[in-house]
């Protein structure tokens, strides 16, 4: 169960330290984040009732959560009825054996890939390799990443943190020839080399964006269009969901449209929204003449008899991320899973466990931005406190009481209150460089060991008024 | 039906009832106007603005003829010499294949590609030329459906995209699309069979059941988009696009470079009668 520990558990601080002393990569969060952040705000305002619709879209999924087991029959019937077929899996390594059979049986040997997180989540890449299936990821960013052997940093822009010249070096080093540096002839290139393993693919990999269960349509969403080809030119076509993903009628699909992409890049909708109901029919010439829904569990259904189900209305958009004080400085790879920002610091722990990300939680001022950008309104912060609560539960931190309770009866005796503060002064103040302590004595250096203290004001609040 | 399966959603049932909080598994209330952005008092002019938006490009012509030639003006302007042509009633009605052999284009029918070539001509075209089913105003976006006339690869592999388009399939909001606005639609084509009534893509009679499915065996699937909505079995086609400008990427320190996947271009020749 535990899938992301043998990759990505990893010293936290150590991968905040990395990313805040990388002006480079300092560079591109604060350009991407402001950037998308502007737009989602922008999205939101242009789009007439869009407070009610984003209302709505919370419903529906409360409502399809609530009923989930029901939708998700319903939604295999209709694929069925459409000539499509449905798996279960239980966990990571299910989904990874259920694809590679459905490869082997249908004998494919080249697979193209568009981006999909649950695919990095069962980490299914190494899995058909190792069944000597060829994957291509096809969104430009993700092939880029694949090349570079990293895991992507955004949502949507997962190779932000590099530069042209970066990319530059990795596809040059992949077309044999020294490429040009500029966007549009580096993209060229991708254009080209991504045709050669599209012609060739015979199975396509896809993630889905929603599933309706009315009509077992698979919604699909990119701009670049890769999704679009995986789905063209495969003959098998295999699409990957979690089981949240399922919505119950085609008239909900439009809300999450009108909302997703006005979200994460404030665009009304990303160029290529693609419903996809079944396998090509007959006469067709094109389009896949297999088609394959997997349906993921691998720890959600824990999640939804608890009160952290409502992290399974994320529609992935990214929005939560651009908008995080903490994810804008320390960017995607620092969290160590392969969700990140806010909402990542939820799954993570909630799908791996809480006690082997112990610092997920606490990497949140709790400052509510992300509630607000959310399309579907989800409520982070308060699912990161209750996890800080999971964390010490049973575990009784003695000092801190201790702390508590000295506060407690300082805070009730006005006169020891003001000796308190007066000593504090006095012994603080001349540790303060520019109104902060950079280093604090005894137990508070944990606080100053990661971010500095504010150092006493030289007068109290009441001492001001009086003179006032 | 096997245990895989049983077992999976007997967990979520499960997990269902254990995290449903009293009250909260209700019915799930109308939509009602949320959202529906519409087009404003002239639609025609918020398409062009919205897909001007996107990236794409709207040439209002008044009448077949002038589509023509703004077609083949296109096509020159391009530099195209292979030339994917969709088929449908819309289409046909402009007579392009002739018109494009007679300037020296090699044309290719999407209903009439040698057996086994199939690939290779998809891939190797210069410019693809589609009907489209609607517009949508708001998002200035073009709906495509696939059928046997025309394949997914037309609006999708050649680096140029020209779809020929009229009045009557345009739609003020996505809404409207899937069939649930309050306000009047502009009517159009409808789609499945080009030319027969049929009122967007409108919500499905409620499934009587999930379970009622033993009875697959009657009918023979898969079956063609035609008789799956004659049938009442489907109301969708095997794949429906919404293409809303020229394929985009950011990818690279967020310079929007078009093309990376999709045509580079698109056109839309807009018939404004």
Not at chain 1, 1 to 9: G, L, Q, R, T
Not at chain 1, 451 to 467: I, L, N
Not at chain 2, 169 to 195: A, I, M, N, T, Y
Not at chain 2, 257 to 270: A, K
Request: glycine share 10%.
């Amino acid at each position: 169960m535990n899938v992301f520990a043998a990759h990505e558990h990893h010293a936290f601080v150590e991968a905040v330290d990395h990313a805040l002393h990388d002006p480079q990569l300092q560079k591109a969060m604060a350009g991407l984040t402001e950037t998308l952040l502007a737009a989602n705000r922008r999205g939101y305002a242009a789009l007439p009732g869009s407070a009610e619709l984003r209302d709505h879209a919370k419903r529906i999924k409360e409502h399809a959560l609530s009923h989930l087991d029901q939708y998700l029959e319903q939604l295999e019937a209709s694929i069925q009825r459409v000539g499509g077929h449905v798996h279960w899996a239980a966990n990571a390594e299910e989904a990874r054996q259920i694809v590679v059979e459905i490869a082997r049986k249908a004998n494919c040997r080249r697979a193209v890939k568009s981006k999909s997180m649950t695919s990095e989540e069962i980490h299914l890449n190494p899995a058909l390799e190792a069944a000597g299936i060829e994957v291509t990821e096809t969104d430009f960013g993700e092939f880029i990443i694949q090349l570079a052997g990293e895991r992507p940093s955004h949502l949507v822009a997962p190779a932000v943190h590099h530069t042209r010249q970066s990319i530059g070096r990795i596809l040059s080093r992949r077309a044999g020839e020294q490429l040009a540096d500029d966007p549009a002839s580096l993209a060229c290139t991708g254009r080209r080399l991504l045709r050669e393993k599209f012609y060739q693919a015979d199975l396509g990999i896809t993630g889905v964006n929603f599933a309706v269960a009315e009509t077992g349509t698979i919604a699909l969403v990119t701009n670049e269009g890769n999704g679009r080809l995986t789905t063209t030119c495969a003959r098998v076509h295999v699409a990957l969901m979690g089981m949240e993903k399922v919505i119950p009628r085609l008239a909900d699909l439009p809300v999450f449209l009108k909302l997703l992409a006005r979200a994460a890049t404030g665009q009304t909708l990303s160029v290529y929204t693609t419903l996809i109901t079944g396998p090509r029919r007959p006469g067709e010439l094109d389009g896949p003449e297999e088609f394959h829904l997997v349906i993921l569990d691998n720890g959600r259904s824990r999640i939804l008899a608890t009160p952290f189900r409502e992290s399974l209305q994320c529609i992935r958009c990214g929005a939560c991320l651009n908008a995080c004080p903490v994810y804008r400085r320390i960017g995607g790879h620092a969290y160590g899973g392969v969700y990140s920002g806010p909402i990542g610091s939820i799954l993570t722990p909630l799908y791996d466990s809480v006690s082997a990300n112990p610092h997920l939680p606490h990497a949140s001022s709790l400052c509510g931005a992300c509630q607000t950008a959310c399309p579907v309104r989800i409520n982070i912060p308060h699912m990161l406190v209750g996890l800080r609560e999971l964390q010490h539960q049973g575990k009784p931190n003695r000092l801190e009481k201790l702390a508590y309770r000295t506060w407690y009866h300082v805070f009730r005796r006005p006169r020891l209150y003001r000796l308190a503060l007066a000593l504090a002064r006095l012994f603080l103040r001349p540790m303060a460089r520019e109104g902060w302590l950079q280093r604090l004595p005894g137990p508070g250096a944990g606080w100053t060991a990661t971010r500095d203290f504010p150092a006493p004001a030289r007068q109290s609040f009441r001492q001001r008024w009086r003179d006032l | 039906m096997n245990s895989a399966r049983d077992a999976f959603l007997g967990r979520v049932r499960e997990a269902v009832a254990a995290g449903n909080r009293a009250g909260h598994a209700g019915p799930l209330e109308p939509r009602g106007s949320a959202g529906y952005q519409g087009a404003g008092t002239d639609p025609v002019a918020c398409f062009k603005d919205t897909f001007a938006a996107a990236g794409g490009q709207t040439h209002l012509v008044s009448d077949t003829e002038t589509a023509v030639s703004c077609v083949l003006g296109l096509v020159q302007a391009a530099g195209a010499r292979k030339i994917l042509l969709g088929r449908g009633n819309f289409v046909d009605k402009l007579a392009l294949s002739e018109r494009l052999r007679s300037e020296g284009r090699e044309v290719c029918l999407t209903d009439a590609l040698p057996a086994g070539q199939n690939r290779e001509i998809l891939f190797a075209a210069d410019l693809g030329i589609s009907g489209v089913d609607y517009l949508i105003a708001e998002t200035g976006s073009v709906v495509v459906l696939t059928r046997a006339s025309e394949p997914r690869s037309l609006s999708l592999l050649p680096p140029v995209h020209i779809a020929v388009a009229e009045r009557s399939q345009l739609l003020p909001d996505l809404f409207d699309l899937f069939g649930l606005s309050p306000l009047p639609r502009f009517g159009g084509e409808g789609w499945g069979v080009r030319g027969k009534n049929h009122p967007g893509l409108g919500p499905l009679t409620p499934d009587p059941s999930p379970r009622s499915t033993g009875e697959r065996g009657e009918h023979a699937l898969p079956l063609t988009f035609d008789e799956a909505v004659q049938q009442g079995r489907t109301d969708l086609p095997s794949c429906l696009t919404l293409i809303t400008g020229p394929s985009k990427t950011g990818d690279i320190e967020m310079r929007l470079v078009t093309g990376v996947h999709g045509p580079r271009e698109i056109h839309v020749v807009f018939i404004n009668r």
